[in-house]
Protein backbone atom coordinates (compact mmCIF):
# COMPACT_ATOMS: atom_id res chain seq x y z
CA UNK A 1 0.00 0.00 0.00
CA UNK A 2 3.11 2.21 0.67
CA UNK A 3 3.96 2.04 -2.91
CA UNK A 4 0.49 3.02 -4.30
CA UNK A 5 -0.10 5.60 -2.08
CA UNK A 6 3.52 7.12 -2.99
CA UNK A 7 2.78 6.34 -6.51
CA UNK A 8 -0.87 8.79 -6.30
CA UNK A 9 0.73 11.40 -4.85
CA UNK A 10 3.60 11.65 -7.57
CA UNK A 11 0.93 11.51 -10.11
CA UNK A 12 -1.41 14.25 -8.75
CA UNK A 13 2.16 16.45 -8.42
CA UNK A 14 2.34 16.11 -12.27
CA UNK A 15 -1.23 16.37 -13.17
CA UNK A 16 -1.95 19.90 -11.21
CA UNK A 17 1.87 21.29 -11.27
CA UNK A 18 1.35 22.54 -14.84
CA UNK A 19 -2.00 23.97 -14.30
CA UNK A 20 -1.28 27.71 -14.91
CA UNK A 21 -5.04 28.56 -16.29
CA UNK A 22 -5.82 28.75 -12.39
CA UNK A 23 -8.80 26.53 -13.42
CA UNK A 24 -9.40 24.18 -10.60
CA UNK A 25 -12.77 22.87 -11.58
CA UNK A 26 -10.95 19.99 -13.75
CA UNK A 27 -8.80 19.29 -10.62
CA UNK A 28 -12.00 18.58 -8.19
CA UNK A 29 -10.81 14.87 -7.48
CA UNK A 30 -11.15 12.91 -10.25
CA UNK A 31 -7.55 11.93 -10.55
CA UNK A 32 -5.65 11.20 -13.29
CA UNK A 33 -8.30 12.54 -15.65
CA UNK A 34 -7.54 15.80 -18.11
CA UNK A 35 -9.97 18.60 -18.68
CA UNK A 36 -13.30 17.05 -20.65
CA UNK A 37 -13.15 17.50 -24.30
CA UNK A 38 -16.18 17.22 -26.75
CA UNK A 39 -15.72 13.65 -28.01
CA UNK A 40 -16.91 11.49 -24.26
CA UNK A 41 -14.17 9.53 -24.60
CA UNK A 42 -12.62 8.31 -21.39
CA UNK A 43 -9.09 9.77 -21.08
CA UNK A 44 -8.19 8.84 -18.04
CA UNK A 45 -4.48 8.26 -16.88
CA UNK A 46 -4.80 5.02 -15.40
CA UNK A 47 -6.66 2.03 -16.92
CA UNK A 48 -7.51 -1.20 -16.10
CA UNK A 49 -5.72 -4.29 -18.52
CA UNK A 50 -8.27 -5.92 -20.72
CA UNK A 51 -7.83 -8.84 -18.55
CA UNK A 52 -8.81 -7.31 -15.49
CA UNK A 53 -5.27 -7.92 -13.61
CA UNK A 54 -3.53 -4.70 -13.63
CA UNK A 55 -4.01 -1.26 -13.43
CA UNK A 56 -1.54 0.67 -15.46
CA UNK A 57 -1.24 4.17 -14.72
CA UNK A 58 0.91 6.94 -16.88
CA UNK A 59 2.41 10.64 -16.24
CA UNK A 60 3.46 12.53 -19.13
CA UNK A 61 6.32 14.77 -19.00
CA UNK A 62 4.44 17.64 -19.95
CA UNK A 63 0.99 18.62 -19.01
CA UNK A 64 -0.55 19.56 -21.31
CA UNK A 65 1.55 17.41 -23.74
CA UNK A 66 3.59 19.59 -26.30
CA UNK A 67 1.87 19.87 -30.33
CA UNK A 68 4.71 18.85 -32.15
CA UNK A 69 7.76 18.24 -29.84
CA UNK A 70 8.88 15.35 -27.99
CA UNK A 71 8.04 14.29 -24.32
CA UNK A 72 7.98 11.25 -22.87
CA UNK A 73 5.65 9.42 -20.64
CA UNK A 74 7.09 7.22 -17.02
CA UNK A 75 4.46 4.27 -16.88
CA UNK A 76 3.62 2.09 -13.57
CA UNK A 77 1.43 -0.94 -12.86
CA UNK A 78 -0.81 -1.94 -9.64
CA UNK A 79 -2.14 -5.20 -8.95
CA UNK A 80 -5.53 -4.46 -8.97
CA UNK A 81 -6.71 -6.43 -6.11
CA UNK A 82 -4.06 -5.22 -3.54
CA UNK A 83 -3.43 -2.10 -5.20
CA UNK A 84 0.63 -3.18 -4.73
CA UNK A 85 2.81 -2.00 -7.26
CA UNK A 86 4.07 -4.75 -9.45
CA UNK A 87 7.26 -4.84 -11.65
CA UNK A 88 6.55 -4.26 -15.57
CA UNK A 89 8.96 -7.17 -17.21
CA UNK A 90 8.38 -6.59 -20.59
CA UNK A 91 5.81 -3.52 -21.94
CA UNK A 92 4.67 -2.68 -25.86
CA UNK A 93 3.81 0.37 -26.58
CA UNK A 94 1.67 1.54 -29.77
CA UNK A 95 0.23 4.82 -30.38
CA UNK A 96 -1.78 6.17 -32.92
CA UNK A 97 -4.86 8.39 -34.44
CA UNK A 98 -7.25 5.50 -34.89
CA UNK A 99 -9.93 8.64 -36.88
CA UNK A 100 -6.91 8.95 -39.32
CA UNK A 101 -5.55 5.58 -39.89
CA UNK A 102 -1.92 6.73 -38.82
CA UNK A 103 0.77 6.27 -36.04
CA UNK A 104 3.35 8.59 -35.24
CA UNK A 105 6.30 9.31 -37.50
CA UNK A 106 8.62 8.47 -34.88
CA UNK A 107 9.75 5.51 -32.76
CA UNK A 108 9.56 6.01 -28.89
CA UNK A 109 12.57 4.23 -27.03
CA UNK A 110 11.69 2.02 -24.23
CA UNK A 111 13.76 1.81 -21.08
CA UNK A 112 12.92 -0.47 -17.66
CA UNK A 113 13.40 0.99 -14.51
CA UNK A 114 15.13 -0.67 -11.48
CA UNK A 115 11.39 0.72 -9.55
CA UNK A 116 9.66 -1.77 -12.11
CA UNK A 117 8.16 1.17 -13.52
CA UNK A 118 8.93 1.81 -17.68
CA UNK A 119 10.23 5.30 -19.02
CA UNK A 120 9.13 5.95 -22.82
CA UNK A 121 11.10 9.07 -24.46
CA UNK A 122 10.96 10.06 -27.78
CA UNK A 123 6.87 10.01 -28.23
CA UNK A 124 6.07 12.80 -30.51
CA UNK A 125 2.67 14.13 -31.20
CA UNK A 126 2.24 15.73 -34.75
CA UNK A 127 -0.92 16.44 -34.83
CA UNK A 128 -3.81 18.00 -32.40
CA UNK A 129 -7.09 15.31 -31.73
CA UNK A 130 -7.84 11.92 -30.26
CA UNK A 131 -5.08 9.51 -30.22
CA UNK A 132 -4.66 6.11 -28.98
CA UNK A 133 -1.88 4.49 -27.30
CA UNK A 134 -1.65 1.00 -26.50
CA UNK A 135 0.83 -0.34 -23.94
CA UNK A 136 1.33 -4.13 -23.80
CA UNK A 137 2.22 -4.95 -20.16
CA UNK A 138 3.86 -8.39 -19.18
CA UNK A 139 3.92 -8.54 -15.55
CA UNK A 140 4.69 -12.13 -13.90
CA UNK A 141 4.21 -13.83 -17.04
CA UNK A 142 0.78 -12.47 -18.02
CA UNK A 143 0.95 -9.98 -20.61
CA UNK A 144 -2.71 -7.82 -20.88
CA UNK A 145 -3.50 -4.75 -22.79
CA UNK A 146 -4.00 -1.39 -21.68
CA UNK A 147 -5.67 1.07 -23.92
CA UNK A 148 -4.99 4.77 -22.59
CA UNK A 149 -7.09 7.83 -25.18
CA UNK A 150 -4.91 10.53 -25.45
CA UNK A 151 -5.97 14.42 -26.20
CA UNK A 152 -3.60 16.10 -27.98
CA UNK A 153 -2.74 18.94 -27.07
CA UNK A 154 -4.35 20.21 -24.72
CU1 LIG B 1 -3.96 12.57 -37.44
Known amino acids: MHHRLLAIGLAT??????????????H???HGHHGSTATGLDYSTEVMTDGGSWMVSYTASADPIP????????IMAMD????????????AIGVSMP???????????IGTNDDGTVTVTGMLFHMEG??????DVTV?????RATFNVDCCQ
Open 13 to 26: LFACGGDADGDSAT
Open 28 to 30: DGH
Open 67 to 74: LSEPFAID
Open 80 to 91: HMSGDMVMIDDI
Open 99 to 109: SHGHSMNNDPA
Open 130 to 135: WWEMTA
Open 140 to 144: MGTTE
